[in-house]
C-alpha cells in the first residue's frame, strides 16, 4: 500500500477536492483505496458518506481517526465501507485532542498512524490522506506516515508566505522520522486563467521556487466546486465546455500522481 497526503496548514488550498479526486480516480482505475480524513471539518468525509459527523455518534462502529493515534489498535475494526468503493476512517470526536500539540518527536503519537495503517497495508494498494489546515503534531504524524506529499496552493499572498513554514515541517519530518518521504510538489490550484495577474505570480513562483512547483496545475472552475457539492468527481456527467476541459485537467492531473506514485502504470 502507498500512503499519499494532500497537506498544507493553510485553509482553503484544495486539499480536500484533490485528495477526493485521487481516491475517486484510484478506484475507477480498479485500486483498492483508503481514504483517512483526518480533519475534524469532516468535508470529506461529508461527501463520501452524506455526514461530516457520520463517526461522532456513539454507536458509529467503523475505525475512527483518533483510533490511529494509539498503536495498540488492531485490525478486529474495519474502515467505513462508502457507495463510492472507497473506504474511510472518519474523524470522530476525539480527534480534535491529537491536532492541537505543538510536534514532540518523542511522542508515542508521532509514530502510531504510521504503525496502525501499517496493520491494513495489504488490504489496500492505495491510502490518502486529507489533511487539516494546521501545522504541529497530527501533520507531523502524517507525514510520518506517508511515502509522498502533496501541497496544493492558491495564487495568494498569505498561502504563497505560508509555504515556507510547511516546506521546513516536511524537511524536520523527513530528517527525523521518515526519511523516504517523498514531496511531490507544490501543485498550483484555482489558477484565475483569465488574470494576468494571477499567470504573472505563477511564473514567479516557477521561477522562486523551479522543480518544487508541479509542472501541471489546477485551473479555477466552478463544475469542480459543483461536481464536489454534488458528491462527485468533476468528470462525472460533464456538461458544456468549460466542464469538459476542468474535467480533462483533473482526469489527466490526477493520472499523473498515481503514475507518480507508481500505483498505476504509465500511459506514455
Ligand atoms: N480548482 C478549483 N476550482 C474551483 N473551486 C475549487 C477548486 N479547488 C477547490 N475549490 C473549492 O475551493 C474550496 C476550498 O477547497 P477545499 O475544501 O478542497 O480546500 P481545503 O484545503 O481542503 O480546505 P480546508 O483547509 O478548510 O480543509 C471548496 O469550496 C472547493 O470546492
Ligand atoms: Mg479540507
Known amino acids: 500500500m502507498k500512503v499519499v497526503a494532500v497537506a498544507t496548514q493553510k485553509g482553503g488550498q484544495g486539499k480536500t477536492t484533490i485528495a477526493l479526486h485521487l481516491a475517486f480516480s484510484a478506484v ?4 483498492k483505496v483508503l481514504f483517512v480524513d483526518l480533519d475534524t471539518q469532516g468535508n470529506a468525509t461529508l461527501i463520501l458518506t452524506g455526514s461530516s ?3 461522532h ?5 467503523a475505525l475512527t481517526a483518533s483510533s490511529l493515534f494509539n498503536a495498540q489498535t488492531g485490525r478486529r475494526i474495519k474502515p467505513l465501507a462508502t457507495d463510492e468503493g472507497i473506504d474511510l ?3 470522530d470526536a ?5 491536532i492541537k500539540g505543538t510536534i514532540d518527536p518523542h511522542s508515542p503519537e508521532l509514530a502510531a498512524p504510521r504503525t496502525v495503517l501499517g496493520k491494513f497495508a495489504d488490504d489496500y494498494d492505495l491510502c490518502i490522506i486529507d489533511a487539516p489546515p494546521a501545522l504541529g503534531q497530527v501533520l507531523a504524524a502524517l507525514l510520518a506516515a506517508s511515502n509522498a506529499v502533496i501541497t496544493p496552493l492558491t495564487m495568494d499572498i498569505f498561502a504563497i508566505d505560508g509555504a515556507a513554514e510547511l516546506l521546513d515541517t516536511i524537511s524536520l519530518v523527513k530528517e527525523a522520522e521518515n526519511p523516504g518521504l517523498v514531496h511531490l510538489g507544490i501543485v498550483p490550484n484555482q489558477i484565475n486563467t483569465r488574470s494576468q495577474d494571477e499567470i504573472a505570480t505563477l511564473v514567479s513562483l516557477r521561477q522562486a521556487y523551479g522543480s518544487l512547483i508541479t509542472p501541471y496545475a489546477f485551473s479555477l472552475r466552478y463544475a469542480v466546486k459543483a461536481a464536489i457539492s454534488a458528491r ?15 474535467a480533462q485537467e ?5 493520472r499523473t500522481v498515481l503514475e507518480q506514485l507508481n500505483v498505476l502504470e504509465s500511459q506514455q
Open 250 to 254: 483533473w482526469k489527466d492531473n490526477c
Open 89 to 91: 476512517i472518519a474523524p
Open 53 to 55: 459527523r457520520i463517526a
Open 232 to 246: 462527485k468527481p468533476v468528470w462525472r456527467s460533464v456538461n458544456g465546455s468549460s466542464h469538459r476541459k476542468a
Open 28 to 31: 475507477e482505475a480498479g485500486l
Open 94 to 98: 476525539q480527534l480534535s485532542e491529537h
Open 57 to 61: 455518534t456513539p454507536d458509529y462502529t
